[in-house]
């Protein structure tokens, strides 16, 4: 079946950091990934997605590529501020099947 | 428009009460569902519906029931709360088809049962 693994947190970097967190998937078919971020107190928002090999999405500073040869779709950011502070979920949809989270990653970002 | 709204935000049961947590959405999406999110496990799917009167089960049914009468309308209902059923509830919504579309989440339903 389809899932998605993520590096475990908390994470905590101080501000202007270079983030990485790292999320792996398997799926049958061609797989469509996301970001997802979570807020304190809020609901997910979309961060940001790909839906094919090689593209690349981009948000607010974060980047992920879509690496099929890896199964690998890692999130990014050069330069991490407070406000990036929040838990971050990768997530995997593949043909209609309901979308797949992994655990979630809990970033702290320090001044 | 209001995006996915949530009632209520906080809810406290006793062992055996029912409740029914609300989810209302109002950008005419078909596809919408509902998760538990729980510590280290991420959020998981109980149930999801792809268009009015037709539901499915998700990783974790058991307790819950839903129904989808209207395309707006996609209530949770537990029907004798267990205090395993503690949890962070969210509904999201999106156009047909998960793949390649945008989930939108409501704010949650913060559950507490003793």
């Not at chain 2, 947590?21 to 950008?27: F, G, I, K, P, S």
Request: aromatic fraction near 10%; include cysteine; glycine fraction near 10%.
């Amino acid at each position: 079946g389809n899932s998605v693994t993520q590096m475990e947190g908390p994470v905590t970097l101080s501000e202007e950091a270079f983030l990485t967190i790292n999320c792996t998937y398997t799926a049958t078919g061609y797989p469509s990934l996301f970001w997802y971020v979570q807020y304190p107190g809020e609901g997910l928002q979309l961060l940001l997605k790909a839906t094919k090999a090689d593209d690349k999405g981009s948000n607010k500073g974060f980047e992920a590529t879509y690496r099929k040869e890896t199964t690998s779709f890692h999130l990014e950011k050069g330069s991490v501020q407070v406000s990036d502070s929040a838990v971050y979920f990768c997530a995997l949809a593949s043909g209609n099947t309901p979308l797949v989270f992994g655990k979630g990653t809990r970033l702290s970002v320090i001044a | 428009n209001a995006g996915v709204t949530q009632t209520p935000k906080f809810q406290v049961l006793k062992t055996g009460q029912s409740m029914t947590l609300q989810c209302a959405q109002d950008m005419n999406h078909e596809y919408m569902s509902w998760y538990r999110q729980d510590p280290g496990m991420g959020l998981r799917l109980i149930h999801y519906s792809v268009g009015a009167g037709i539901t499915d089960q998700g990783e974790v049914p058991n307790g819950y029931n839903v129904s989808r009468s209207t395309t707006e309308d996609f209530p949770l209902r537990l029907l004798s709360a267990a205090p395993s059923q503690t949890s962070v509830y969210f509904c999201a919504s999106s156009l047909p088809g998960t793949r390649g579309e945008t989930q939108y989440f409501g704010p949650g339903t913060r559950l507490l049962v003793l």
